[in-house]
Nanobody, 128 residues
Framework: QVQLVESGGGSVEAGGSLRLSCAAS????????MAWFRQAPGKEREGVAA????????TYVDSVKDRFTMSQDDALNTVFLQMDSLKPEDAATYYC?????????????????????WGRGTQVTVSS
């Protein structure tokens, strides 16, 4: 059974940085995608970044390009989200998610509906 556990959330002032981690266990196949989603109170869940586990290709939502970087450590089965130049509008609960095996077209990689496995989330607060 796949389990995803996030860590690294916290509070930071605008302009600051945070690094989120997501440790994955139970996967037997690297032909999958891992992603970060976020959800602020009263808003829909939004795909932020995705990575293909077997190839390192990444996808970002426009609002975080050039500020956030998603990466992975194969040996640790962990994905990361480095968040720089944080803005108050980045504040949300951040969720790690993983797909089953298979290819996703770029338009689907940030769609929550294709992700099967989810972590419990970690809170990010950004003060102005």
């Amino acid at each position: 059974q796949v389990q995803l556990v996030e860590s690294g959330g916290g509070s930071v002032e605008a302009g600051g940085s945070l690094r989120l981690s997501c440790a994955a266990s139970g996967y037997t196949d690297r032909n999958r995608y891992m992603a970060w989603f976020r959800q602020a109170p009263g808003k829909e869940r939004e795909g932020v970044a995705a990575i293909y586990s077997a190839g390192n290709s990444t996808t970002y939502v426009d609002s975080v390009k050039d500020r956030f970087t998603m990466s992975q450590d194969d040996a640790l089965n962990t994905v990361f989200l480095q968040m720089d130049s944080l803005k108050p509008e980045d504040a949300a609960t951040y969720y790690c998610a993983g797909t089953g095996s298979g290819y996703l077209t770029p338009t689907l990689r940030l769609s929550q509906h294709v992700y099967t496995y989810w972590g419990r989330g970690t809170q990010v607060t950004v003060s102005s």
